[in-house]
């Protein structure tokens, strides 16, 4: 399984942007994925999961601003990141997990400036 992010970048807060992963190996549709973010000396948290059955689940801090979503024909999976505070900053990571194991993507940067 390979995972590869884009997006990201900075934003003023209010301000929106986007994240998409493309996630080869495995249908998006058939496996869970999502989204984990770490900030400066914090441990990685879960932003939002998309499990192979049932809906997303979201972290507290992100209900009502983040949704997450799959594109099975793109092979993708996004989080669309709206109403950005300075707490959104972090380094994002794109997930799937395959047979017991976890894939992570390589990191990408949110920055959010009050």
């Known amino acids: 399984v390979q995972l590869q992010a884009s997006g990201g970048g900075s934003a003023q807060a209010g301000e929106s942007l986007s994240l998409s992963c493309v996630v080869r190996g495995v249908p998006v549709t058939a496996t869970t994925t999502g989204w984990y973010r770490q900030a400066p000396g914090e441990q990685r948290e879960a932003v939002a999961i998309?499990?192979?059955?049932?809906?997303?689940t979201y972290l507290d801090s992100v209900k009502g601003r983040f949704s997450i979503s799959r594109n099975y024909a793109r092979k993708t999976v996004n989080l669309q990141m709206n109403n950005l505070k300075p707490e959104d900053t972090g380094v994002y990571y794109c997930y799937a997990e395959r047979q017991g194991r976890d894939f992570w993507g390589r990191g990408t940067q949110v920055t959010v400036s009050s």
């Open positions: 998309v499990a192979r059955e049932g809906g997303p």
